[in-house]
């Protein structure tokens, strides 16, 4: 099975920060990756699709990218709001595996 | 609007079975393939298992492979997750997702969209 990993597993930067997160797949997934946000005792919120578009009504500070099996969520400018855990997931084929989550937290 | 509501959890012995329920409204459940994802307690998100949008093809994690089965009633524009054998690694808020998009046919297709709030399953003596 592919696995995902992600990293860091928890982050503290500063309101408009930019912040990053990656996710390596250990094989090629073809762009196959999402971006969940899940903020505490919430539902999980789908944020990007197909590595790098966004979901409706999704604020444009979010993006995606990718660079062969490695991809790239970062959040342009972090604001009070996004605080949570973000998970990336794989989807190209079963089992739909998820990253180990990162939890980003406001400075 | 899309509402999906899970039920059915609760807390259970290791060895015995629970069936799970996701209530859909607001969308064309028949078009739509659906999932069963899991949270334990404090820890991240596990897909569990997906079943076409007709009910013809279903996938499970390697975890539950044997003990859990994917189910839908159409008619009813309910999904279902039947959980037998179960031990207390089960032990976790379970979610159902939507499809982003409809007729999936494959093992994946498609993220998940919509969730439901989950329903809450402890297996414990």
């Known amino acids: 099975d592919i696995q995902m990993t992600q990293s860091p597993s928890s982050l503290s930067a500063s309101v408009g920060d930019r912040v990053t997160i990656t996710c390596r797949a250990s094989?090629?997934?073809?762009?196959?990756l999402a971006w969940y946000q899940q903020k505490p005792g919430r539902v999980p919120n789908l944020l990007i699709y197909a590595t790098s578009i966004l979901q409706s009504g999704v604020p444009s500070r979010f993006s995606g990218s990718a660079s062969g099996t490695d991809f790239t969520l970062t959040i342009s400018s972090l604001q009070p709001e996004d605080v949570a855990t973000y998970y990336c997931?794989?989807?190209?084929?079963?089992?739909?595996?998820f990253g180990q989550g990162t939890k980003v937290e406001i400075k | 609007q899309v509402q999906l509501v899970e039920s059915g959890g609760g807390v259970v012995q290791p060895g015995r079975s629970l069936r799970l329920s996701c209530a859909a409204s607001g969308f064309r459940f028949s078009s739509y393939g659906m999932h069963w994802v899991r949270q334990a307690p404090g820890k991240g998100l596990e897909w569990v298992a997906f079943i076409w949008y007709d009910g013809s093809n279903k996938y499970y994690a390697d975890s539950v492979k044997g003990r859990f089965t994917v189910s839908r009633d159409n008619s009813k524009s309910t999904l279902y997750l039947q959980m037998n054998s179960l031990r207390a690694e089960d032990t976790a808020v379970y979610y159902c997702a939507r499809d982003l998009q409809i007729y999936c046919s494959g093992s994946s297709c498609y993220p998940n969209d919509y969730w439901g709030q989950g329903t809450l399953v402890t297996v414990s003596s």
């Open positions: 997931q794989k989807y190209n084929s079963a089992p739909r595996t």
């Open positions: 094989q090629d997934i073809s762009g196959f």
